[in-house]
């Protein structure tokens, strides 16, 4: 069976930095894409940075330079560095596995609020 469990979200001023993680069940994560999605408020689920087996990522043009995004294979965990955080940062962070670097898989953990005051 599957899980994903997010951590790391919060509450945090314009301008600063969050950390959040994600552990995976082993069955589903070496050999898979694991990414980030976030969905704000009123608007479609949307992706965020995706990091494949191997090691490449796909990042979403509003949070490149700012959001790094990287995996420990013997942790079976991704880690999504979140810095210079806008309020328009402000959603639902959902961790994702089993889908591509530009699709999302099938499975998926049950989110973590990340809330950018301005």
């Known amino acids: 069976q599957v899980q994903l469990v997010e951590s790391g979200g919060g509450l945090v001023q314009a301008g600063g930095s969050l950390r959040l993680s994600c552990a995976a069940s082993?069955?589903?994560?070496?050999?898979?894409?694991m990414g980030w999605y976030r969905q704000a408020p009123g608007k479609q689920r949307e992706l965020v940075a995706v990091?494949?087996?191997?090691?490449?990522?796909n990042y979403a043009d509003s949070v490149k330079g700012r959001f790094t995004i990287s995996r420990d294979n013997a942790k079976n965990t991704v880690t999504l560095q979140m810095n210079s955080l806008k309020a328009e940062d402000t959603a639902v962070y959902y961790c994702?596995?089993?889908?591509?670097?530009?699709?999302?898989?099938?499975?998926w953990g049950r989110g973590t609020q990340v809330t950018v005051s301005s």
């Open positions: 082993g069955s589903i994560f070496s050999n898979n894409a």
């Open positions: 990091i494949s087996s191997t090691g490449s990522t």
């Open positions: 994702n596995a089993g889908g591509r670097l530009w699709m999302a898989g099938s499975y």
